[in-house]
T-cell receptor
Framework: DQQVKQNSPSLSVQEGRISILNCDYTNSMFDYFLWYKKYPAEGPTFLISISSIKDKNEDGRFTVFLNKSAKHLSLHIVPSQPGDSAVYFCAASARGTGNQFYFGTGTSLTVIP | DADVTQTPRNRITKTGKRIMLECSQTKGHDRMYWYRQDPGLGLQLIYYSFDVKDINKGEISDGYSVSRQAQAKFSLSLESAIPNQTALYFC?????????????FGPGTRLTVL
């Protein structure tokens, strides 16, 4: 069973607007969450993370929100730029699992100039 | 130079053949991982290693084996390849003492088993 789910395989947004990527998880033991960005022919690269003790973490144009009661996190990109076009993966881990992360299936974001 | 390298980048092989995928890193990280990515399934953990003497199975280890030859090298083997092992394979490293605890990925190996 997929413990981390990204229900939107793709998303298209106009340049300058907000992109919102969503991720849901089922394991209530998860306490650390990350977003990765992946371009074609490259490996995923770390984007931003959040610990379960927080509900928001911001880094420049990227903000991650965590709603523990709903087991939901989202990544907001404002303003969206064409270079943000990539596949975005969310990942989650639980303390004590030795840095074992569970990944979602990815959302392909296209930012239209 | 890339911090995490994988060889080969692409490989086509036949059912029943033994295949080895290699991963090297210059980040000095103790922890290394092998993942596979299939369309619609995201990344799934095959094996991970916390140091040279510590190897652990991940979610989907059946049909695979690994070898941690040194801190910098972690190899994945398919003893007898089968078509449903056709996938994109990623190696990753991490430093558990670093704030953020993120993993650093190699560029991937695209494996096709005919």
């Amino acid at each position: 069973d997929q413990q981390v789910k990204q229900n939107s395989p793709s998303l298209s947004v106009q340049e300058g607007r907000i992109s919102i990527l969503n991720c849901d998880y089922t394991n209530s033991m998860f306490d650390y969450f990350l977003w990765y960005k992946k371009y074609p022919a490259e490996g995923p690269t770390f984007l931003i993370s959040i610990s379960s003790i927080k509900d928001k973490n911001e880094d420049g144009r990227f903000t991650v929100f965590l709603n523990k009661s709903a087991k939901h996190l989202s990544l907001h990109i404002v303003p969206s730029q064409p270079g943000d076009s990539a596949v975005y993966f969310c990942a989650a881990s639980a303390r004590g699992t030795g840095n074992q992360f569970y990944f979602g299936t990815g959302t392909s974001l296209t930012v239209i100039p | 130079d890339a911090d995490v390298t994988q060889t080969p980048r692409n490989r086509i092989t036949k059912t029943g053949k033994r295949i080895m995928l290699e991963c090297s890193q210059t980040k000095g990280h103790d922890r290394m991982y092998w993942y596979r990515q299939d369309p619609g399934l995201g990344l799934q953990l095959i094996y991970y290693s916390f140091d040279v003497k510590d190897i652990n199975k991940g979610e989907i280890s059946d049909g695979y084996s690994v070898s941690r030859q040194a801190q910098a090298k972690f190899s994945l083997s398919l003893e007898s390849a089968i078509p449903n092992q056709t996938a994109l394979y990623f190696c990753a490293t991490s430093d558990p003492t670093a704030f953020g605890n993120e993993q650093f990925f190699g560029p991937g190996t695209r494996l096709t088993v005919l």
